[in-house]
């Protein structure tokens, strides 16, 4: 019997008797962070990090949830259970399972910069890695953070000069608090659609500090978007709502827009190679850094990264998931 | 080469003309004379010859960043584009900013050919470590590999040329069309010395026609248009002028050589002469289907065998210089009228004169158009008497009147990803039709459905796909869509018998399963009708 086993209702150890990122509805389920596909509706039992939790309650509305610091274990059943920081987004988390000596580690999404926001990656020795693979191809390599605010802080100054506001696309949960911290460096007109409001509401009331922003509503007045920047998530892309901006530039952060044929098909003005996720050096490094001997890649270019590892001399093998499909890709939109 | 670069970035990412118009424009103001003509070489297909192959480029760069070819090869069919893929791959390793200009790479480039293909590795290696971002390297990349296609259209940069050197744009474009040499040429030999020795061979731009949307009768009267057959050939122009006879081809290549039936007419035309029509295959003053031309299209060298089985003739419709003058502004009833007139007097059969259709009413034209197939046309062109001879796409005095496409449905049975704006999405797919229990591939199609259609489909593929690596996925035979083409041709090529004439997807039949699509009956019977 594997630690960890790999069910149709997700990520599963059956010493423990709890899933991991379930995306059917259990009894116990440890979620790694609250991205939709990661954190799923319907089960009787939530386990996460203390920061995750406000934003599954705002996500999935009443449920029985536990949170924990990270590094705290904590037994399920008999077996070691700690969460520890994956860098993806705020309170998003690792999680290392420990039963009779062997040690599995579950990435969740992750990415090995540290943004100043979410908590540093923290490489966690392990048996076995299972680790996501989103940008799992050479091609994807990031600029340092500092450049690319650097880079988002000048756009925005160019159009304020120009007389016109800035539309940043960016992942309502994530990416719109990193564009947030990036931004409000240069202006404070800053503003932000419904979905980004609600999450940095749902941030303030944990006690987290954020720069302040404006909502977005039918009432505010045209005027005050002169010059202004407005953070919206991918689902206001192209849609009529935009109207009310104009004159504006649109940008789009994400690490999809590394390739230019993707910036292009989204029409936007800019597109900023902005991601939550490890980079191909930042994977590797990760899957080096646990020491694991056996290692499942799951979302992303898995049959890519998993031969790499292999001829590397790292055994690996793919996983299919439900993961990836709602955050992780530029196609669909969030919630 | 950083403000090709960054020119090259903002064609590539603004959707806005404005924006594109003023970046041409303002790499035209501070770009130097040779670099200048390279751009608008390169912009109108005037590129350097290729001297290293795909398959080199990408040994070397694997080589280099130390990946598999297998790694390097699932990349490039993500991103869809060599140069891209290597100008992604290869890391920022230049500390110094040591700009070279773009002619710098290009003459470069030029002389290669007879280089060792060490040499040329030791030059590709040290550009890609000394230009210092990726944007630069595609640049780069894309001077010697595939085609220059970027978000920029010949009227634009003609538009910005006519801005930089206050000329009208039509001026603009006879004088950049044709041929000319890069290498040799400069920006105001080229462009602005009026009376420098005019190209004898330059063809007029191409004025082209709007699909018609709304119906015909909103045109006005009918006696104010001359309708003709919508030929199904290559737009070309004859022009005779120094007792030199070009031939030119919409694409604006000269295809003199490789229609040497034309030459039978040299000594029939006066000299100063340019005339606009199609370039058809035709027996007996009849038009042979599109298919027959392609078979000859690609060739080198035009054999005796070729020239029996598949002979082009010219269906001239226009006339815009004669004598030596531009005629472009005379009305098309006049032009119309001399061109009869110089057609009727030649009498040769590779001559043949598009014939105006007789009409008094829209609702007889609309049931001759019923007929296009038969004549082996596409449909009808409307075109206005009094019309000038523009240049371009232009709306209001001519347009093109297209009959309804065939259709027909089909299962989905390959996906490829695709490139540009398609890059890293399944939208490139080939279909087949029943016959049996069996599918029968029959035709690749990669437009027609919205980005949201793609993106669905994307995703059934990637879940669905039996192959993991390499370009191309099966997966299930699920999806059905209704194709559109334009003609059918028999064709020993491919294994369903039939070559379809511009096939595309017209819509998706999620109402269908794939047991309820035609069969390669329902093809041939198509064929049948159609197709000879």
């Not at chain 2, 035209?28 to 751009?39: E, G, I, L, Q, R």
């Amino acid at each position: 019997m594997a630690l960890i086993e790999f069910t149709d209702k997700g990520l599963y150890c059956p010493a423990g008797q709890f899933y991991i990122d379930p995306w059917k509805p259990v009894n116990k389920a440890i979620i790694t962070h609250a991205h939709s596909d990661h954190a799923r509706w319907g089960s009787q039992y939530y386990l996460c990090h203390t920061k995750t939790k406000p934003i599954l309650q705002l996500r999935l509305g009443n449920h029985h949830y536990e949170s924990v610091e990270w590094n705290q274990p904590i037994n399920m059943n008999g077996v070691k259970l700690s969460l520890h920081p994956a860098g993806h987004i705020i309170g998003s988390s690792q999680i290392r399972v420990e039963h009779k000596g062997e040690v599995w580690v579950f990435s969740g999404d992750y990415k090995t910069e540290n943004d100043e926001l979410s908590g540093a990656f923290e490489p966690v020795k392990c048996n076995t890695f299972i680790t996501e693979s989103t940008f799992g191809l050479p091609i994807y390599k990031w600029q340092p953070q500092a450049i690319i605010y650097n880079n988002i802080q000048q756009w925005v100054l160019q159009n304020i000069k120009d007389d016109k506001a800035s539309v940043i696309i960016a992942y309502s949960l994530g990416k719109a608090q990193r564009v947030l911290q990036a931004v409000s460096k240069v202006t404070e007109n800053i503003f932000a659609h419904g979905a980004v409001w609600n999450t940095q509401e749902a941030f303030l009331a944990a006690g987290e500090t954020l720069p302040s922003i404006k909502r977005v509503t039918s009432e505010t007045d045209k005027k005050e978007f002169k010059n202004a920047v407005i953070i919206a998530p991918p689902g206001a892309d192209g849609s009529p709502w935009l109207k009310r901006f104009t004159p504006y530039r649109l940008a789009i952060c994400s690490g999809w827009m590394q390739v230019r044929g993707n910036a292009r098909r989204r029409n936007a003005d800019k597109g900023f190679v902005l991601s939550d996720h490890a980079d191909w050096d930042g994977l590797l490094s990760a899957v080096k850094a646990t020491g694991a001997a056996k290692v499942f890649v799951t979302h992303g270019f898995q049959a890519a990264f998993s031969k790499y590892l292999n001829e590397k001399g790292i055994a690996a093998a793919e996983v299919k998931t439900a993961y990836g499909g709602e955050e992780e890709t530029e196609k669909t939109t969030e919630e | 080469m950083k403000e090709f670069a960054q020119l090259i970035f903002i064609l590539g990412t603004t959707t806005k003309t404005n924006e594109k118009l003023k970046a041409l424009q303002q790499y035209f103001a501070v770009a130097s004379d040779k670099d200048k003509v390279w751009v608008i070489a390169l912009f109108t297909g005037r590129r350097p010859k290729r001297t290293i192959s795909s398959t080199l480029l990408k040994t070397w760069c694997a080589k280099y960043i130390n990946i598999p070819l297998w790694l390097f090869d699932e990349c490039y069919h993500t991103v869809g584009d060599l140069s891209e893929t290597i100008a992604l791959l290869t890391p920022d390793e230049a500390t110094t900013t040591n700009d070279k200009p773009l002619h710098y790479y290009i003459e470069w480039f030029l002389q290669s050919a007879k280089l060792s293909e060490e040499d040329k590795k030791i030059f590709m290696l040290q550009s890609w470590k000394a230009l210092p971002s990726a944007s630069e390297r595609f640049v780069f990349n894309k001077l010697l590999s595939g085609a220059f296609r970027i978000g920029v259209s010949q009227q634009l940069l003609i538009q910005a040329l006519a801005k930089v050197t206050a000329l009208e744009a039509p001026v603009v474009a006879h004088r950049i069309s044709g041929k000319w040499d890069a290498a040799t040429i400069s920006f105001d030999e080229l462009l602005l010395s009026a009376n420098a020795k005019a190209d004898s061979s330059k063809p007029y731009p191409f004025y082209l026609a709007y699909p018609l949307e709304a119906a015909p009768h909103t045109l006005g009267q009918p006696n104010e248009w001359q309708a003709e057959w919508k030929w199904d050939g290559i737009r070309g122009q004859l022009i005779k002028r120094n007792n030199t006879l070009f031939v030119w081809s919409r694409g604006e290549e000269l295809v003199t050589e490789k229609f040497p039936e034309y030459e039978t007419l040299f000594a029939l035309l006066p000299d100063g002469i340019a005339l606009d029509g199609e370039i058809i295959p035709a027996v007996d003053g009849k038009p042979l289907p599109f298919a027959q031309l392609q078979t000859r299209i690609g060739r080198k060298n035009i054999s005796k065998k070729i020239l029996q089985e598949v002979p082009v003739a010219f269906f001239v419709y226009d006339i815009i210089e004669y004598n030596g003058k531009d005629i472009r502004e005379t009305p098309l009833a006049e032009r119309r009228k001399l061109l009869e007139e110089i057609v009727g007097n030649i009498n040769h059969p590779r001559l043949l004169l598009s014939p105006a259709i007789s009409f008094n009413s829209w609702d007889v034209l609309a049931m001759l158009r019923s007929n296009s197939r038969e004549q082996l046309a596409e449909g009808l062109m409307l075109k206005r008497k009094s019309s000038t001879y523009q240049t371009g796409r232009k709306r209001g005095d001519w347009w093109k009147w297209k009959i309804d496409p065939l259709v027909i449905d089909a299962v989905m049975i390959y996906a490829q990803k695709g490139s540009g704006r398609r890059s890293n999405l399944y939208s490139d797919y080939t279909f087949a039709v029943k016959d049996g229990d069996k599918l029968v591939p029959f035709a690749k199609a990669y437009s027609g459905l919205t980005d949201k259609e793609i993106a669905q489909v994307d995703a059934f593929v990637k879940r669905n796909a039996i192959e993991k690596f390499g370009p191309v996925r099966t997966v299930k035979p699920e999806l059905v869509f209704e194709l559109a083409f334009e003609g059918i041709a028999a064709s020993n090529r491919h294994k369903s018998g039939v070559a379809l004439r511009f096939p595309r997807i017209n819509r998706w039949r999620t109402d269908k399963k794939a047991d309820e699509i035609n069969t390669l009956d329902d093809l041939k019977a198509m064929l049948e009708v159609y197709g000879k």
